[in-house]
């Protein structure tokens, strides 16, 4: 077990981990991906959408978790509702 340090949480030293990014994404006629930022997508590993908050701001996105050429994985989701793209690693 770590001692306790004694410092105070503080709201001013939190931050976001994970933040999605905006990305440039070109997809398919059937709306796969195809790249991001002008990076291959070697593989779509899966594809799902979440309706939620729909009593408050509803989010509506299109997930699609994907392999880059190169080998490297990205979530990249659609917000269904403005037509932006954002990619977030996993």
């Known amino acids: 077990m770590v001692a306790h340090s004694r410092t105070p949480l503080r709201v001013d030293r939190l931050r976001a981990l994970n933040t999605p990014r905006p990305a440039q994404v070109t997809v398919d006629d059937r709306g796969n ?3 991001v930022d002008d990076t291959g997508v070697e593989e779509v590993l899966e594809t799902w959408r979440i309706d939620d908050e729909w009593w408050r ?5 299109r997930y699609a978790d ?25």
Request: no cysteine.
């Open 33 to 35: 991906p195809v790249s």
């Open 57 to 61: 701001e509803p989010i509506v996105r």
């Open 66 to 90: 994907v392999v880059l050429v190169g080998g490297r994985h990205v979530v990249l989701f659609e917000d269904l509702r403005t037509r932006t793209w954002f990619a977030q690693m996993p």
